[in-house]
Nanobody, 121 residues
Framework: QVQLVESGGGLVQPGGSLRLSCAAS????????MGWYRQAPGKERELVAT???????NYLDSVKGRFAISRDGAKNTVYLQMNSLKFEDTAVYFC???????????????WGQGTQVTVSS
């Protein structure tokens, strides 16, 4: 079983920056994909960015050039640096980890509890 603990959310003005962190612990498969999803009120959860153990990244089009995902393999931690934040980035951000077996089976993997990001003036 995998546990994910997120930190770094908060309130920021438009144009500001925040950095989210997510530390994974427990039974972590050697190859996995860690990432961030977000869910705004009344909307479905959407993928923001993912990064594989091999460093392969994937981004939601609307955050490309503003957000950067990275990971520290030794610490099993993934980061999301969010710059030039916009009102529409306001959401609860969830950390996710999918092991290779879970990816192959089409499973969602493990989730963190979520951290609120609010962009407001």
């Amino acid at each position: 079983q995998v546990q994910l603990v997120e930190s770094g959310g908060g309130l920021v003005q438009p144009g500001g920056s925040l950095r989210l962190s997510c530390a994974a612990s427990g039974s972590i498969f050697s190859y996995n994909v860690m990432g961030w999803y977000r869910q705004a009120p009344g909307k479905e959860r959407e993928l923001v960015a993912t990064i594989g153990s091999d460093g392969t990244t994937n981004y939601l089009d609307s955050v490309k050039g503003r957000f950067a995902i990275s990971r520290d393999g030794a610490k099993n931690t993934v980061y999301l640096q969010m710059n030039s934040l916009k009102f529409e980035d306001t959401a609860v951000y969830f950390c996710n980890l999918r092991s290779l077996p879970e990816i192959r089976r089409g499973l969602f993997g493990s989730w963190g509890q979520g951290t609120q990001v609010t962009v407001s003036s």
